[in-house]
T-cell receptor
Framework: DVKVTQSSRYLVKRTGEKVFLECVQD?????MFWYRQDPGLGLRLIYF???????EKGDIPEGYSVSREKKERFSLILESASTNQTSMYLC???????????FGSGTQLSVL | GENVEQHPSTLSVQEGDSAVIKCTYS??????FPWYKQELGKRPQLIID?????GEKKDQRIAVTLNKTAKHFSLHITETQPEDSAVYFC???????????FGKGNQVVVIP
């Protein structure tokens, strides 16, 4: 069974804290993605990665960075969390272009 | 970049009736169009997809149609059931690009 696992389901952080969201996939997929989901705004792409140590900006990269040191793991980093980063964060992976995108269960991040 | 729009944003149907959600896209080079279903509190999951060399695809009670000339594609759900209540996201992938552009989502409510 395909699995994309996000380390936390709920997370509460303070403004200014450094936040790490972890995502691991067990399908040997090349491509991994971070989205944020907000009511009425759908799924917006933050960053994605086609390969280890490779990253590309999505549509809303400001305030975020990513790390992909191993093929199976893709981390999203909020260097200094702000209240407008309160959101649901979804990690996803796919074997290639035109292939099914598999999502994790999401991390609901609240920044106070 | 690719821009995907979904209409209507919310759709209520009586159980047993049909539901149709329409999406438009802007990039005529897009060649892959998936639909994802997200039930409340769960991750988005692929329910059906279509490629640009096909005009229609069916899978039991769901079907997708593609009109490349008009740059729109639609999801059709027949004989709706309460378990069809969810948010549905359409997406499009431009040729030569591994990232999907998602619409903002449609909330479908099936009234028993």
């Amino acid at each position: 069974d395909v699995k994309v696992t996000q380390s936390s389901r709920y997370l509460v952080k303070r403004t200014g804290e450094k936040v790490f969201l972890e995502c691991v996939q067990d399908m040997d997929h090349e491509n991994m993605f971070w989205y944020r989901q907000d009511p009425g705004l759908g799924l917006r792409l933050i960053y994605f990665s086609y390969d280890v140590k490779m990253k590309e900006k999505g549509d809303i990269p400001e305030g975020y960075s990513v790390s992909r040191e191993k093929k199976e793991r893709f981390s999203l980093i909020l260097e200094s969390a702000s209240t407008n980063q309160t959101s649901m964060y979804l990690c996803a992976s796919t074997a290639g272009a035109g292939m099914e995108l598999f999502f994790g269960s999401g991390t609901q991040l609240s920044v106070l | 970049g690719e821009n995907v729009e979904q209409h209507p944003s919310t759709l209520s149907v009586q159980e047993g009736d049909s539901a149709v959600i329409k999406c438009t896209y802007s990039d005529s080079a897009s060649n892959y169009f998936p639909w994802y279903k997200q039930e409340l509190g769960k991750r988005p999951q692929l329910i059906i997809d279509i490629r640009s060399n096909v005009g229609e695809k069916k899978d039991q009670r769901i079907a997708v149609t593609l009109n490349k000339t008009a740059k729109h594609f639609s999801l059709h759900i027949t004989e709706t059931q309460p378990e069809d209540s969810a948010v549905y996201f359409c997406a499009a992938r431009p040729a030569g690009n591994n990232r999907l552009a998602f619409g903002k989502g449609n909330q479908v409510v099936v009234i028993p």
